[in-house]
């Protein structure tokens, strides 16, 4: 069955970084846009970036120029560095992929929470 696993994340502080990994499993990764986004509590979850399957890539304002995200098709693996980390940017922060670019689909992962605080 399809499995997306998150790892990653935890508590760092403000000006750090983190790297998030997603670890796919259950369906043809190369052919899926893979997403990251984040939930923080009492707001809906929302696009933080996606990377299409010809490594095309759309980010969020807030987040541009501080995370990239990248994918490994040999490790089935989708990657969310995030730099300069704001305490805005504590989430629960969930893996998705999709078969359409711009569009979120119906795989999601468990989550890892990032929390940014001193």
């Known amino acids: 069955q399809v499995q997306l696993v998150e790892s990653g994340g935890g508590l760092v502080q403000p000006g750090g970084s983190l790297r998030l990994s997603c670890a796919a499993s259950?369906?043809?990764?190369?052919?899926?846009?893979m997403g990251w986004y984040r939930q923080a509590p009492g707001k809906e979850r929302g696009l933080v970036a996606q990377?299409?399957?010809?490594?095309?890539?759309n980010y969020a304002d807030s987040v541009k120029g501080r995370f990239t995200i990248f994918r490994d098709n040999a490790k089935n693996t989708v990657y969310l560095q995030m730099n300069s980390l704001k305490t805005e940017d504590t989430a629960v922060y969930y893996c998705?992929?999709?078969?359409?670019?711009?569009?979120?689909?119906?795989?999601w992962g468990q989550g890892t929470q990032v929390t940014v605080s001193s």
């Open positions: 990377i299409g399957i010809n490594r095309r890539t």
């Open positions: 259950g369906f043809t990764f190369s052919n899926y846009a």
């Open positions: 998705n992929a999709s078969p359409f670019w711009g569009a979120k689909g119906a795989y």
